[in-house]
């Protein structure tokens, strides 16, 4: 997810609330959370590319690379080498599950602390690991962190932000994702040159950001929201008040128990997800997440470093290209952050699709001619490709990252929010580590092919947004069935076989 999450966005009436210094302090503790998740991501790649790291748990794989003759494309290929990137999102996929209901029964705070204890155990295993037994371990531990912060924290920012601030809130996080991506990279970079336990640092560098997460989180307060699910009303108001600033908070309170009230009606909403009118949002969330990760952008992420080594680049060299590519991932998410309204949302989809299929096929082209198997690029040469890996990490940060969670979380109805959002988060984790786990072994059996693989999957995601994601811009989130479905060339069918409950 080099993309991150965008919790729930939504239309609400202009009830009183103030933006508190206390709602402030609230966010930026919660959206530590996405810090987290982002420093795993980005620390990954720039490890496995650490001599140190391989000598101790991948001694195979380090020979292969200090090979005079190396194999360009295989040096790195190696099921457990892969193992330890994917494992992570393989534990958060199956602990989403345990922190839906985490969050459901005893709320959203309880479940963000449980994920910084979670992340706090396994930085501590991982970074001290003496084999591949506790590392694996300590991956598998961070992911159960991710997996439940998350799960709780774009909840959290949703419930207790004012609803005029719900929409920058949300991209909040998710730049907070990018920013942890930037500062893995930065860590690698130093980190690298400390021998022999440089990796032990950068691994445990995810340590500072959930302790301050688990400690901050005993400032902040339950929201309202999961409150007044859990029957806690009186308390739930007495909340309200104090994260909206003001007194009169009635009408927003009736609304929240209005809701939480149609909400326990619906028994089993997965079942009414599988029904015709679910399915346009349902088949988009989903396919949305599926063509993420199959835009190579977390390949690219993931093993920025070592990709950058393939072409020619030294470790050093590599790892601060790694840093360049984290940075405009950053700027380029707060480009997206303007364009996103102004533009709109196809739109974006569609400018980026040619922007990165244009980027994949050229460094296709540069590496399948003048890289082979052994050697390196020329200066100039491998220039380009970081370049044009640079170009093509701005096309996905401001279109296919934020877009891919921002068009679920308001495209499913109210009484299948969740739970369709759930599963869209859950796909996105599975390709995920689908990707973290094969993408090495792709590399040396496709080598250059590679890029023209992934070049295709942005064909066909380009069409599929050109003629079946519809535009969602200024509508409102209740009027999405009628404004958007119903007239919709091709979704407007399920439409006529609705059976309303």
């Not at 929409?167 to 920013?179: A, E, K, P, R």
């Not at 859990?230 to 009736?254: M, S």
């Not at 940075?327 to 709109?344: C, E, Q, W």
């Not at 044009?388 to 279109?399: E, K």
Request: net charge positive; hydrophobic share 50%; charged share 15%.
């Amino acid at each position: 997810m080099a993309g991150g999450f965008v919790a729930f966005s939504g239309d609400s009436p202009a009830f009183q609330a103030k933006m508190t210094v206390y709602v402030f302090i609230c966010v930026v503790i919660a959206a530590v959370g996405g810090l987290i998740f982002g420093y795993d991501i980005g620390i990954s790649g720039g490890v496995t590319a650490m001599d140190d790291f391989l000598i101790k748990f991948f001694p195979a794989v380090y020979e292969r690379k200090k090979q005079a003759h190396e194999d360009n494309y295989c040096k790195y290929d190696n099921q457990f080498l892969q193992l330890f990137t994917s494992s992570l999102y393989l534990a958060a996929l199956v602990a989403s599950f345990f922190a839906s209901a985490t969050c459901s029964k005893l709320g959203r705070k309880p479940t963000m602390q449980l994920a910084s204890i979670f992340f706090l155990i396994g930085v501590g295993l991982a970074s001290g690991a003496a084999n591949m037994y506790m590392l694996i371990m300590g991956r598998i531990l961070l992911g159960f962190g991710v997996g439940f912060g998350n799960q709780a924290v774009p909840l959290f920012l949703s419930e207790i932000a004012p609803a005029r601030l719900r929409g920058g809130l949300n991209i909040v996080f998710q730049l907070m994702v990018t920013i942890g991506i930037l500062i893995a990279s930065v860590v690698n970079y130093f980190t690298s040159s400390i021998h022999p336990y440089g990796w032990r640092l950068a691994l445990g560098g995810a340590g500072i950001p959930a302790l301050i997460l688990l400690f901050g989180s005993l400032l902040i307060c339950e929201t309202p929201t999961s409150l007044i699910e859990r029957n806690k009303t009186e308390e739930g108001k007495a909340t309200l008040k104090k994260i909206r600033g003001v007194e009169d908070v009635d009408e927003e309170y009736q609304s929240l128990v209005q809701a939480c009230e149609f909400a326990r009606q619906v028994k089993d909403p997965y079942r009414r997800l599988m029904k015709p009118e679910s399915r346009p949002p349902l088949v988009i969330g989903l396919l949305l997440q599926l063509f993420q990760q199959f835009t190579g952008i977390n390949a690219i992420m993931f093993y920025a470093p070592v990709l950058f080594q393939t072409v020619g680049f030294g470790n050093n060299a590599a790892l601060l290209s790694a840093v360049i590519t984290g940075s405009v991932n950053v700027l380029s998410t707060l480009v997206g952050i303007f364009l996103v309204d102004r533009t709109g949302r196809r739109f974006l989809l569609l400018q980026a699709a040619v922007q990165m299929l244009s980027c994949q096929l050229v460094i296709g082209i540069i590496l399948a001619k003048d890289l082979g198997v052994k050697g390196t690029l020329g200066k100039t040469e491998a220039m380009i490709v970081v370049i044009l890996v640079c170009v093509y990490v701005m096309g996905f940060a401001w279109s296919w990252g934020p877009l891919g969670w921002l068009i679920p979380s308001e495209t499913f109805p109210l009484e299948t929010r969740t739970e369709g959002y759930a599963l869209a988060v859950s796909c996105n984790m599975f390709f995920t580590f689908v990707i973290a786990q094969a993408f090495l072994s792709m590399l040396c059996a496709m080598k250059s092919g590679i890029f023209f693989f992934f070049s295709a999957w942005i064909v066909v995601m380009g069409l599929f947004a050109l003629f079946f994601v519809p535009e969602t811009k200024g509508v409102s989130i209740d009027d999405i069935k009628d404004s958007v479905w119903k007239r919709h060339w091709y979704w407007k069918r399920f439409m006529r076989q609705e059976h309303d409950v």
